[in-house]
């Protein structure tokens, strides 16, 4: 009778990489018959091959403990019965010892699920399981829950923590050295100057965040080139990290050689001033997107007073006028898209023609239809005039991007959330392999294809009514699914990478790495923190009677 002396095993489950060796070639048939919980006889999906895949490509199965012991209910060697079989896992890794009892062969075997990453003496199940994690932009402990939840063997987080430090942030360095490098020499060789754009976006939705990242977008050859990233002890303060970022972003792309002709950025002061003063041989413009929310902001909150409120309606053609006012002037001359912009104070009190400014005298509209327009003279009139010709937002008009925006690292952030939450807190090394992983799974899938019909070949469109449009319809091209053959080429950067150079780069981002955040503050000693809690749940509230005689002690309404 076989006897299982089963460790850690009763009632559990495991992933193992089935080794299909030629000892096992027939259990893999050309069909295989599986009768389903309906009954009937289905055929199953064709044989699993391992026809071009690598360690990280070969099929992988969840197996059940019990369905793994069947195939050594006899010895491998002299084929006798009842073999002592004794089971463990390490992580995802099920080991299996047998002992055949045979006195003529007494032979003791080993047999592992999962082989070994090639060149190191880690299992491939659970470095590749940390690796697929980490490049997916999941969470450890949810990944690890989940599997927990489902009795599958499994890594600690100590040990994904561990291979996250020593191999899997290096590697991600490692990488983008690599391809920051191919990207930024394609650029030096451009003739005219590039036109990049940047902005900023921190890790908390509040005003005391911990990081600060620039990202800077290339509009000339579209792809994110370059980002910085900064932690909050660095600059001093939360709002001062965009614009030390910034700076560095420039230092480096301007150190590094490239012909900058144009800079697009929001109309962050700093910034602004820094663009003016140390790099005035740059144009700089201002993104149309930030200056339309501000006039929103502005108008929005102008209609919302009593007697204002038929400006509301017209909220929005004076922000898509302001759009037109740039777009609409290829030399980006600031008088005249100034000029152009303040024709929309006499096109709302039905004035279409002889203008002051004779850059721009008339609307260039056709024939408009019926509308309700506002009459010079009134309150929300000259409310409206005195807020779109604040001297600020005049300045900002006047340097509306007329070439490009930064619409493009908007997205790049809403996908960036993906894989940094700003709900979840994240090492320094951590933020920055992850901002890696989202600039270059952006930059592969930003011009995918659009998906025709197969009936006409004309594009497929789809229509989606997004909340802040209050109903308003947006139609988006449907798009071929998302490319990720960078996760490959991060594999093979891990195996053909010498271990001198997984070394090397995780010196350089440890050098990288700021001092923690706790050195700008003075941290409160353990003890003292345990003796103050104390302190206060021994505290008893007394009943403190009213500082003038003769006030009641009891409110009406409680007596």
């Known amino acids: 009778m076989t006897s299982y002396s089963l460790v ?43 026809k071009n895949t690598n360690i990280r490509t070969e099929p992988k199965h969840i197996v059940f403990l019990t369905q793994l012991l069947l195939l050594f209910k006899f010895c491998h060697i002299c084929k006798a019965d009842t073999p002592t079989v004794e089971a463990s896992e390490n992580g995802t890794q099920a080991i299996i010892r047998t002992h055949c009892n045979n006195p003529k062969c007494n032979k003791e075997d080993l047999w592992y699920s999962q082989p070994q990453m090639p060149g190191l003496k880690i299992t491939a199940g659970n470095f590749l399981l940390a690796l697929s994690i980490l490049l997916a932009g999941g969470s450890a402990t949810k990944v690890f829950k989940l599997l927990s939840f489902m009795g599958i063997g499994c890594v600690s987080l100590k040990t994904f923590f561990k291979y996250q430090r020593i191999k899997l942030f290096p590697l991600i360095y490692l990488y983008w050295q690599k391809y920051q490098s191919q990207m930024l020499a394609k650029l030096k060789s451009l003739q005219t100057g590039i036109v990049i754009a940047g902005d900023g976006r ?33 600059a001093g303060s939360s709002p001062a990290m965009e614009f030390l970022a910034f700076k560095q972003c420039m230092e480096f792309l301007t150190a590094y050689g490239l012909n900058i002709g144009t800079f697009i950025s929001d109309r962050h002061a700093s910034i602004a001033s820094h663009m003016k003063n140390v790099l005035s041989h740059i144009v700089h413009y201002f993104d149309i997107w930030h200056l339309k929310k501000k006039i929103r902001k502005v108008l929005s909150k102008i209609a919302k007073t009593k007697g204002c409120e038929e400006l509301a309606a017209w909220i929005k053609p004076c922000e898509r006028h302001l759009h037109w006012s740039a777009t609409s002037t290829f030399n980006g001359s600031e008088r005249v898209i100034w000029a152009k912009f303040k024709a929309f104070m006499n096109h709302v009190v039905n004035k279409h023609s002889n203008f002051e400014d004779p850059l ?200």
Not at 21 to 26: E, P, S
Not at 36 to 49: A, F, I, K, R
Not at 366 to 391: D, F
């Open 8 to 50: 850690r095993w009763k009632s559990r489950l495991t992933v193992c990489v089935l080794q299909w060796t030629n000892c096992y070639a027939t259990l893999v048939e050309t069909e295989v018959k599986h009768e389903n919980h309906t009954g009937y006889q289905t055929n199953l999906l064709p044989p699993l091959s391992l």
């Open 202 to 234: 921190h890790d908390s939705m509040g005003h005391s965040a911990k990081f600060g990242a620039y990202t800077i977008f290339c509009r000339t050859v579209p792809m994110i080139i370059h980002f910085s990233l900064v932690q909050r002890n660095q």
């Open 360 to 559: 721009f005298n008339k609307c260039a509209h056709g024939h408009l239809e019926p509308r309700k327009w506002l009459r010079i003279g009134s309150v929300v009139y000259e409310r409206l005039c005195e807020a779109l010709t604040n001297s600020a937002l005049i300045r900002g008009i006047k340097q509306a991007s007329p070439l490009a925006q930064t619409s493009c690292l908007e997205g790049f952030h809403s996908g960036l959330n993906h894989f940094a939450p700003k709900m979840i807190a994240y090492s320094y090394a951590g933020m920055y392999c992850r901002h890696i992983l989202a600039a270059v799974h952006f930059n592969f899938n930003l011009r995918r294809e659009v998906k025709h019909r197969e009936t006409d070949g004309a594009e497929r469109v789809k229509v989606c009514y997004p909340k802040f449009k209050n109903g308003e319809a947006t139609v988006r091209n449907v798009r071929v699914t998302q490319n990720y053959d960078y996760v490959e080429e991060i594999f093979q950067t891990f195996i053909k990478a010498s271990k001198d150079e997984i070394i090397d780069a995780a010196a350089k981002l440890h050098e990288k790495t700021p001092a923690a955040m706790n050195t700008m503050l003075e941290k409160q000693s353990r003890e003292e923190a345990i003796k103050r809690k104390e302190e206060r749940s021994q505290m008893v509230v007394k009943d403190v009677p009213p500082t003038t005689p003769g006030t009641p002690r009891k409110y009406p309404a409680e007596q």
